[in-house]
């Protein structure tokens, strides 16, 4: 039965990632697979919703695009977008 969760969970690459399906101990290395495969489908600008919470994810979340050679850019999306619980990437072409 413990096989069944570590099998890898399909996710559409569309651009946006909703976090809130996810483990927090899985956003390390999914963050930088859906960047990598962003870019392979041509996708520039995503937006990674984070929830807001008490922030702490959205803070791992933003050191983590810090590190990222990847990543141009990345800002809280707007009010229409999600406010603090999602932010904004704009990746390198």
């Known amino acids: 039965m413990d096989d069944y969760f570590d099998d890898p ?8 990632l909703d976090l809130h399906h996810f483990s927090p101990k899985d956003v390390k290395h999914l963050i930088g697979d859906y960047i990598n495969e962003c870019r392979k489908a041509g996708i520039y600008e995503l937006r990674i919703i984070h929830g807001k919470g008490t ?8 050191s983590l695009l810090n590190k990222s050679s990847k990543v141009r850019s990345f800002h809280l999306a707007d009010e229409t977008r999600g406010s603090w619980g999602a932010t904004i990437v704009n990746l390198k072409r």
């Open 9 to 16: 969970v399909p996710i559409e690459i569309n651009g946006i």
């Open 55 to 62: 922030g702490a994810l959205r803070r791992t979340v933003h």
